[in-house]
């Protein structure tokens, strides 16, 4: 297969960056993206000239690491794919193919389609955990949870935290991750302890970096690779309306003004 591929070049986040077009060919149909861009800068490095830089953590057991705007959407043509998942036989031959990094202002680009995602690890350092010291490691089988809880948590955990929901959202919010993040500790006895003081944190958080809010276009669900639903985020509003009106009930002895 033979492609026309428009690729964002961009030394680092001061530099204006630019669209750069190259030609590739004798693409097997069956190569992952990554392996396709791996042959272009084969080329490059033949020519003598600086290949394109992109994230590949995935090839070392990093899950969400390979994040691209691929055609106008993140990860590319295909529903509940990631970019390393994404095989040259969805796109047809002699097709062009756009490709760029996140466009966020909370994810200034490190260099080409590399962005810095960092603000993610930010947010779920200001309460994404369980602080909760409960000694000795029990059986997993001696708190009983409910199976709809289980599920419905253990889904919102698979969230790979790659930023697809920041780069599908006109507004650039990451409330479908934060969601996630909030919900599957939440629906859990050891995260419902911590609940209200984690989800005040890590909203306030996410306002802190610069995201934007939700306006409930349903395109972070739309293009999210594990198809993490938009519940999550609903779950999420409520849970923050919760704690902020038990803290103001705290703050006013229990009465509500």
Known sequence: MKFTLKIWRQKN??????LV???VDDISPD??????????NQQLIGRSEEPVAFDHDCREGICGACGLYINGRPHGPLKG???CQLHMRAFRDGETIYIEPWRSGAFPVVRDLIVDRSALDTIIQAGGYISVNSG???DANTIPVPKPNADSAFDAAACIGCGACVAACPNASPMLFVGAKISHLALLPQGRIEAAR???KMVAEMDALGFGFC?????CQAECPKEISIANIARMNREFLAAKFAAEKEQTGGFTI
């Open 136 to 138: 000795g490691v029990p």
């Open 31 to 40: 190569s992952s993206f990554l392996e396709m861009l791996d042959q272009l």
């Open 81 to 83: 794919t990631t970019t």
């Open 13 to 18: 986040a001061d530099d204006k960056g630019r």
């Open 215 to 219: 306006s409930n276009t349903y395109a």
């Open 198 to 200: 984690r989800v005040q």
């Open 21 to 23: 077009s190259y030609k």
